[in-house]
């Protein structure tokens, strides 16, 4: 089988150069462009080398110069919505793992899925998205318990909560019939008073080189319940996207998600 044709922008972040340092030895794909912002110090760089790897022959650069087939980017919500207008611009299907996105960014996806096929994500990890649905099904059948979202993250994050966080609570939400903006609380100070029938709390703590850590507790009278996901690398959101882009080209135009994938494959 002919290798995709791989892109990757933010390619020397956390996540960026995780999944670039995998997809250099992952014989689906071949590196056609790693991407960075144009005050990257390692611009100009060959990317295999600025990944701790051996040489590729790719240098990073600010733009996509060869064809490429899918585009998997992890940057800021900006960055976000400037890949993917080029995504839709240039017929090149795209992986988004960009969180903190506000309706703006998300409108872009919703345009570009017009025109290619996209896949947008808060989390690729396949536990996490397992969770999701554990979650899901504990809410609809606990619906009178008390819940709280707990997400742990490094201290250089700079979203809170984490797109993960807020998309279990938008599950529990979903599962339960009532609004997030009406329901979550996040984080309690003062004199709060006690706990209104049907919130849920939310919570982020920032500390050190955490991953990601997210714990979802249920409670009743005299029992709880918690389901909880770690991510001891970044690896696990790194070769979820490579699944997720491998799994992506020649899609049918739309916008999709981790729970397509995982319906239809197991990494």
Same mark, same amino acid.
């Not at 912002?37 to 080398?49: E, K, N, S």
């Given at each position: 089988m002919t290798p995709i044709r791989l892109a990757i922008? #933010?390619?020397t972040g956390r996540t960026g150069a995780t999944i670039l340092r995998l997809a250099a030895t992952d014989p689906r794909f071949t590196i056609v462009a790693a991407l960075t !912002?144009?005050?990257?110090?390692?611009? $100009? #760089?060959?990317? $295999?080398?600025a990944v701790g790897g051996s040489a590729i022959g790719v240098p990073i650069s600010v733009d996509c110069r060869r064809p490429c087939d899918v585009l998997v980017e992890f940057t800021l919500p900006d960055g976000c919505r400037q890949w993917a207008d080029w995504c839709a611009a240039h017929g090149v299907a795209l992986v988004s793992g960009t969180t903190g996105l506000t309706e703006p960014h998300h409108a872009a996806l919703r345009h570009a899925a017009l025109r290619v096929p996209v896949l947008w994500a808060p989390n690729m990890s396949i536990g996490v998205n397992l969770l999701l649905k554990l979650v899901e099904q504990a809410a609809a059948r606990l619906s009178d318990w008390d819940v709280e979202i707990c997400e742990t993250h490094h201290r250089h994050k700079v979203d809170a909560p984490s797109g993960t966080a807020n998309a279990l609570l938008q599950t529990i939400c979903h599962a339960r019939g009532c609004d997030p903006a009406q329901t979550a609380v996040h984080g309690r100070h003062g !004199?709060?008073?006690p706990r209104r029938p049907g919130e849920i709390g939310v919570h982020a703590l !920032?500390?050190?080189e955490?991953? #990601?850590?997210?714990?979802?507790?249920?409670?009743? #009278?005299?029992?709880s319940l918690r389901l909880s996901h770690q991510a001891h690398s970044r690896e696990t959101f790194a070769s979820g996207a490579l699944h997720a882009a491998h799994w992506l080209v020649g899609r049918p135009l739309g916008l999709y998600g981790m729970a397509d994938v995982l319906a239809e494959t197991t990494p």
């Open positions: 922008a #933010g390619c !912002r144009t005050d990257d110090p390692q611009l $100009g #760089g060959d990317a $295999g080398q !004199r709060c008073g !920032r500390m050190g955490h991953v #990601g850590h997210h714990v979802v507790t249920f409670a009743a #009278g005299s029992e």
